[in-house]
């Protein structure tokens, strides 16, 4: 398994309506964290509502199909998301693992354009754990 990961729709505010988020684009979270709650020891309480859609991917060579997924469920509803970024942080979490020293991957050009289509953020974090194959 040497790259996995997850593409997201996350949407972080000081207070999320959850169900009309739900309702509108009729998609139950994967994740929902209310402000208030303990995270861990480590993070401590959350200070944000966090409302997340995440589908896991664990080749490569599947990232678009995933990015495909996401954006098929999301595009119907860009322009609520749209507005619901004047008043929360709305973006596409893009989170790649690696075992491996490097780490490669690429989206297509009609990931790229729907993205902008879509007109939220993309964050993009990448965690290489392992060092160089010999």
């Known amino acids: 398994m040497s ?4 593409v997201c729709l996350l949407i972080r505010a000081k207070a999320l309506d959850f169900e009309n988020i739900e309702s509108t684009i009729k998609v139950k979270p994967t994740n929902k964290i209310v402000g208030g709650e303990i995270i861990s020891e480590a993070v401590g309480e959350m200070q944000y509502d966090v409302f997340s ?6 080749d490569e060579h599947s990232i678009d ?8 469920l999301i595009y119907p509803h860009k322009e609520y998301l749209r507005c619901l970024s004047t008043d929360a942080e709305v973006q596409i979490r893009f989170y790649v693992q690696s075992d491996l020293a490097q780490v490669y991957f690429e989206l297509s050009p009609k990931i790229c354009r ?5 007109g939220i ?13 010999t």
Do not use: H, T
């Open 53 to 58: 859609y995440a589908i896991n991917f664990y």
């Open 121 to 133: 953020k993309l964050s993009i974090s990448v965690f290489s754990w392992g060092g160089a194959e």
């Open 114 to 118: 729907k993205l902008s289509e879509i």
């Open 3 to 6: 790259v996995r990961g997850n």
């Open 65 to 72: 199909e995933k990015f495909d997924i996401l954006f098929g």
